[in-house]
């Protein structure tokens, strides 16, 4: 593959990603510290082309790093660009690179949010619009500053129902709606 079409593909795979940010995260609250960084152009969006969870698990602690020596970047979004990837085997990359994580010395530095197309949470039934709180056109693994997180939440009275808001929000729009954000993100893609 040409240096161009890689790059093509990755800027509309990040294309995909803010759309889905700017429709849904931030456009919907369901994050209300997105908007800020969003707009200030402090994230950092990296597109992983492997499928090899080494190699990732390799990008993975570059991005660590890239964040630590970074400070004007508040956030990175590492997105797999492995639209196959079974949200279960998503799950056990998630615990590799929560392990990579802790094990670089980065606990307490960083924390790790998740995003993956099919994300279910247990317990829920699988038609519930709640999924979509969680719910991206690829998968993600979010890395937040753990002191900006902490600064934020404590800044805000109602913190603690971020989460329950989130699902009655989620519910409110209904499956119809984030299936169709997801579906326009994936056609800017595709263009």
Not at 99 to 107: C, I
Not at 141 to 153: C, I, M, Y
Request: aromatic share 12%.
């Amino acid at each position: 593959m040409s240096k161009r079409i890689h790059k093509l593909m990755t800027q509309s795979i990040i294309g995909a990603t803010q759309h889905w940010l700017t429709e849904i995260v931030i456009g919907q609250q369901f994050c209300p510290f997105a908007q800020k960084p969003f707009i200030q152009n402090a994230i950092h969006y990296h597109v992983n082309q492997s499928k090899d969870w080494a190699d990732i698990q390799s990008e993975f602690i570059a991005q660590l790093t890239y964040l630590e020596a970074n400070p004007n970047t508040a956030t990175t979004l590492f997105i797999l660009d492995w639209p196959e990837l079974d949200f279960y085997d998503y799950l056990d990359g998630l615990m590799l690179c929560q392990h990579t994580l802790e094990t670089q010395g980065f606990e307490g530095v960083f924390q790790l949010a998740s995003f993956h197309p099919a994300y279910q949470f247990e317990g829920e039934p699988a038609s519930s619009a709640s999924h979509f709180t969680n719910r991206a056109p690829f998968p993600i693994f979010h890395l937040l500053r753990e002191d900006s997180l902490t600064q934020a939440l404590d800044n805000m009275p109602n913190a603690h129902t971020i989460p329950e808001d989130n699902i009655k929000r989620a519910q409110q729009l209904g499956v119809a709606y984030f299936e169709q954000v997801l579906a326009q993100a994936h056609n800017l893609q595709q263009q």
